[in-house]
């Protein structure tokens, strides 16, 4: 196989508000009649004074031609998994999602609908709700979902907040802690922190997994439960995952599950069967719903019978002819998202799992794993890049792998985010670390979902020998790298530098007119 030619199309393309020309319009709104302004009064009469504007905001002004452009320009500089191979984003389960499904979302019975509609005008979208919350209870074991969460880390901090009733409501509000491991998604420390907790973080042994002995001494009275992640960031499946659970329940406290990346798993293991009272699935991964350039995603977190009362308000019941929101949830730990949180990607996954069945379903699982253990032995060639826990653990890997460029590194000068961005110019998105601390030294995670075929994987592992080759035999090309991007390598300063930090248009501005250092900004 012969690597194509590539270059990504770059425009340098300014911000909207530069492109801005006084007086310019996309759309003439025609003034409002004057029998209409006299029956309809004055809408801003009922708003206070101190919220309403004292001029209007200062919208850019373009014609509809500049705008189109302007999007369709920048799409020609973005990468994703319908442009070209993007399994380098590891823990993410990039995967493709059906056109058809997108047209489901972009119908006026979906799109045009509003979330402050009586319930009796809203029937089939509760009823997808509905549908779907069921379909997930029989894939995990649970009883209820929410799917208020938007994303999986607020669905790990709304199983935080219901763990936190739970135990108030027993009397043991003293319980103050929560146990993960160094491996597990980063959410599983922070949402619990964010709800309040302290989190305990337990390392893992020498097979590359938290041991029972590791879990059981983090465990005290003040032990409100664990979250975990199985397989972890390494692709190792815990095999003392019951012996775990049991543990942590003999102390008194609740575990959480987080399948984020259930990928490998659908169909063959459930959160229930192995013990846990709570779990997450993310839509936007798991179950084919696009990431959105990490917008609109939804976590849908589960629990049993004993944690259902705690779920967010509303819940979607059915009494057996008609659907309906319950608000009135007196237990509920209260909203965790506006309204009912992002129904286009429960509508994508629910036409995805309708397509698929059980059997498809499980069908997705193996093909996942197939995938990501033909890539690890295609990848075995590539000099100077290693399997973590190789030597002491060599199980095969699910879903994904934790790969470590360190011996590259250290042969060559060229370390992770070197290769990340020389991957670039070959057309393939990557951003190996994917999650910190680097307990692997020179991480690589790459999770080649049941989405690639057999020709997408062999590409993969061979702009990988390439860049390995480039790496001990010319390695400023890799250092120098992206060549053939959007843009070039950036100063990293104003990740540091909190007086070049602009994260908004207006700021950068106002820095600029202050006279504050902003010639690492990049407004690309």
């Known amino acids: ?157 709304a199983n935080a907040r219901m763990m936190r009733a739970y135990h108030e409501a027993r009397g043991e509000g003293h319980r103050d802690e929560i146990v993960t491991t160094i491996f597990s998604h980063p959410c599983d420390g922070a949402g619990p922190a964010t709800a309040g907790y302290k989190v305990i973080t337990v390392y893992a042994g020498d097979m590359g997994y938290p041991e029972p002995d590791a879990i059981k001494a983090a465990l005290s009275d003040r032990t409100a439960g664990l979250m975990i992640t199985n397989p972890e960031d390494t692709g190792l499946f815990n095999p003392h995952i019951d ?142 890049l290693e399997v973590s826990f190789a030597n002491e653990n060599p199980s095969h890997r699910l879903e994904q792998i934790r790969y470590s460029l360190a011996k590259l590194q250290e042969e060559t000068g060229v370390g992770t985010l070197d290769v990340a961005r020389r991957t670039a110019d070959f057309g393939v998105a990557s951003y190996f670390p994917s999650h910190e601390p680097w307990i692997v030294p020179e991480p690589v995670t790459l999770e080649p979902s049941e989405s690639y075929s057999r020709a997408d994987l062999d590409t993969y592992a061979e702009i990988m020998g390439e860049i390995s080759r480039e790496a001990y035999e010319e390695p400023e090309t890799v250092l120098n790298a992206p060549h053939r991007s959007t843009i070039h390598q950036m100063d990293p300063a104003p990740h540091d530098d909190p007086e070049r930090w602009a994260l908004t248009w207006r700021a950068y501005l106002r820095k600029s007119e202050a006279g504050a250092p902003t010639a690492s900004v990049d407004l690309e």
């Open 243 to 384: 012996e775990i659970v049991t543990l942590v329940h003999d102390a008194g406290g609740l575990c959480h599950y987080d399948q984020a990346n259930a990928n490998g798993i659908l169909g063959v293991t459930r959160a229930r069967d192995a013990g846990f009272d709570l779990c997450q699935f993310n839509l936007h991964k798991t179950f084919s719903s696009p990431h959105a350039s990490m917008g609109l995603p939804c976590g849908a977190a589960g629990v049993t019978d004993e944690l259902a009362p705690y779920l967010p308000s509303p819940t979607v019941e059915f009494d057996g002819s008609r659907y309906s929101l319950d608000y009135d949830r007196p237990q509920s730990v209260g909203k965790i998202r506006a309204f009912h949180g992002v129904p286009s990607a429960v509508v994508r996954s629910f036409a995805w799992v309708l397509s698929l069945g059980a059997e498809g379903l499980r069908q997705v699982a193996e093909t996942a794993v197939l995938n990501n253990n033909y890539l690890a032995q295609k990848l075995s060639d590539v000099r100077g």
């Open 1 to 157: 196989m012969t690597l194509r030619p590539f270059h990504q199309a770059s425009w340098n393309e300014p911000i909207l508000l530069e492109l801005s020309s006084p007086g310019e319009r996309g759309l003439i709104v025609p003034e409002v009649e004057d029998e209409l302004r006299a029956a309809v009064g004055d809408p801003l009469a009922g708003l206070p004074p101190e919220l309403r504007r004292t001029e209007p905001p200062a919208l850019p002004e373009l014609s509809q031609p500049q705008v189109l452009r302007h999007f369709l320009r920048l799409s020609q500089e973005t990468f994703g998994n319908d442009v070209d191979i993007h399994l380098g984003l590891g823990t993410c389960t990039m995967k493709y999602s059906p056109k058809v499904n997108e047209e489901l979302v972009r119908s006026a019975n979906v799109a045009d609908l509003h979330p402050l509609q009586d319930d009796e005008t809203v029937q089939g979208m509760l009823e997808v709700l509905y549908r779907f919350e069921r379909m997930l209870c029989e894939i995990s074991g649970m009883s209820r979902f929410t799917f208020q969460p938007a994303g999986g880390s607020q669905a790990v901090y």
